[in-house]
């Protein structure tokens, strides 16, 4: 399945907000995450990836952190912020509010989109 464009776009700052809440991690470590969440629907690449992290550090959102694990290769880290669980918890309520218009109005997915719209 071709997941559109702009609908990618939209959940990106979420979801990469949603998985630095989980813990620290570091680019390719996110871009793995989110292929596993999607049940490999999702397939981001560096160039989507990275401005959107220097998007949300520049937002304040996240932080970062030069290091070199034992395995020896230097990884830049992000941390979510303060202000970053804060984004997040209003991305959740606008995308339960999107969500839940989308359960009412799309005949018979109440069950698929049930777990969606009742966080």
Known sequence: MHVDKDLVAASAT?????????GESYGYAILKRVQALSGGELQWTDGM????????????YVTTEWRTPPEGRRRKYYAI????RAALADQQQ???A??????????GSGGMLAALGDA
């Open 94 to 96: 606008q995308w339960v």
């Open 49 to 60: 990836l990275y401005p959107l992290l220097h998007r949300l550090q520049r937002l304040g």
């Open 98 to 107: 999107v969500t839940r218009a989308l359960k009412d109005v799309w005949p």
């Open 81 to 84: 912020t303060d202000e970053g």
């Open 14 to 22: 979420p979801l990469v907000l949603a998985i630095l809440a989980e």
